[in-house]
Structures are given as structure tokens and as C-alpha cells.
């Protein structure tokens, strides 16, 4: 069974300031994928960025990347230059290689609140 | 801009009725997926759906059903709820398949149960 927890409850950040979430992961798999999506105080589920367990490089989007330490089974997602809008709860998911049917396995979340 | 839709946004009703909720998706995915998001924010697979197989979160009680007419549309029955039925559920579509920005899961603005 794979497992994934993030730690961080909520963070609280300057507009333009860059901040940083934690996530770990469980998984017996030796091949996965890992996927950050924030949820908007809407409701509405947001993808923002994924990682592929056998890409070294770390993804980049706009200006969401990851910090991905595969023997630390982490992968942490920066935003830089953060924005009012940014303020969400966001989520780390994961699923294992040849799991699509499975669904993804999610964390808790981590509200992000950014102020001006 | 919005490409998995779902109805209703909101439902009240009353224990041991039933109910359904409708999803639909225009991505052309082939694999779609109900996910439940209880109140303390934590999303669980429910069900995973194309036209090859469903596969069923083995936690899901007996009274919830996937229904399907074609892999553009994946209904959610519950046909006597309870109290503990109340949460957001969370459409999402994917191609199936490993690997690469296409078998990510785009999720609709979901759907609010309240049981009485």
C-alpha cells in the first residue's frame, strides 16, 4: 500500500516571497509518479505539476517546481514570486508505475494563506 | 477552463433515500474515476472505471455504484444513504496507461452530499 504525508497543516507567507511544502512517501513500487494539486477555495482540484520517479531533472511549471530526493522518498513543491491567488490548500498524490486503475493516493494538504 | 463537469454542485437530503450524480468529461479520456473528500479533506478513491474494467476500492460500502454509458460518463449511485455519506465527491478522467503528462487526472468542481 502506498502512503503519502505532509506535515505541514498551513503555512503563511509575504506576497513575492517564495515558500516551500513537504511531502513523503511510501511505496513498494520501484517505478511511480508524483503529482502536486492545489484546491482553491472554490473547491475546484487544480494541477499544478508532476514528477516521474526515473526523471532525474526536476520538473518545473511556470513558478511551481519540485525538489525531488528519491532516496529520501520526498518531493517537495516551491512556488516562487507567490501571488494573493496562491492562497489554496495543496496536495501531494501519488500512484505507482503500472497502477492507473488504482487512483491516486493523496496527503492531507497544506493551506497556503498568502498575504499582502 | 472547465473540462470535466458534474452535477448536481449540491444535495440535501434524507437518510435511506437514494441518490446520483452525474459526471461527464470532454478530455476524450478513456479512464474516469470517483473520488470521496471527507471533511477533514482527505481524498480516497472510490472507484476507477474504463472500458475494460472497474475497479473498486475494497472500503467502498455496498450501497455506492459506479454506472457508466460510455467513457465519457461515469455516474455515482448510493442507494440508501447515511449519515456518514455526507463529503464532496470528486469526479476526475485520465488516459489509461503509463507514463507522460497524459495519464494525469483533471478532476470536476465536485459534488456536495449532505445526509439529514
Known amino acids: 500500500a502506498q502512503k503519502v504525508t505532509q506535515t505541514q497543516t498551513s503555512i503563511s507567507v509575504m506576497e513575492k516571497t517564495t515558500v516551500t511544502m513537504d511531502c513523503v512517501y511510501e511505496?513498494?513500487?520501484?517505478?511511480?509518479?508524483l503529482f502536486w494539486y492545489k484546491q482553491t477555495a472554490s473547491g475546484e482540484i487544480v494541477f499544478l505539476i508532476r514528477?516521474?520517479?526515473?526523471?532525474?531533472e526536476n520538473a518545473t511549471v511556470g513558478h511551481y517546481s519540485l525538489n525531488f530526493q528519491k532516496p529520501k522518498s520526498s518531493i517537495g513543491l516551491i512556488i516562487t514570486a507567490t501571488q494573493i491567488e496562491d492562497s489554496a490548500v495543496y496536495f501531494c498524490?501519488?500512484?505507482?508505475?503500472?497502477?492507473?486503475?488504482?487512483?491516486?493516493?493523496f496527503g492531507l494538504g497544506t493551506r497556503v494563506s498568502v498575504f499582502p | 477552463e472547465t473540462a470535466v463537469f458534474q452535477t448536481p454542485n449540491y444535495h440535501v437530503t434524507q437518510v435511506g433515500n437514494e441518490v446520483s450524480f452525474n459526471c461527464k468529461q470532454t478530455?476524450?479520456?478513456?479512464?474516469m474515476y470517483w473520488y470521496k473528500q471527507d471533511s477533514k479533506k482527505l481524498l480516497k478513491i472510490m472507484f476507477s472505471?474504463?472500458?475494460?474494467?472497474?475497479?473498486v476500492n475494497e472500503t467502498v460500502p455496498r450501497r455506492f455504484s459506479p454506472q457508466s454509458s460510455d467513457k465519457a460518463h461515469l455516474n455515482l449511485r448510493i442507494k440508501s444513504v447515511e449519515p456518514e455519506d455526507s463529503a464532496v465527491y470528486l469526479c476526475?478522467?485520465?488516459?489509461?496507461?503509463?507514463?507522460?503528462?497524459?495519464?494525469?487526472?483533471?478532476f470536476g468542481p465536485g459534488t456536495r452530499l449532505l445526509v439529514l
Open positions: 476526475a478522467s485520465s488516459y489509461s496507461g503509463t507514463g507522460g503528462a497524459q495519464d494525469t487526472q483533471y
Open positions: 511505496t513498494q513500487d520501484s517505478s511511480y509518479f
Open positions: 514528477q516521474d520517479s526515473y526523471k532525474k
Open positions: 498524490a501519488m500512484r505507482g508505475f503500472n497502477n492507473y486503475a488504482q487512483g491516486l493516493t
Open positions: 478530455l476524450g479520456h478513456d479512464t
Open positions: 472505471y474504463n472500458n475494460k474494467q472497474l475497479i
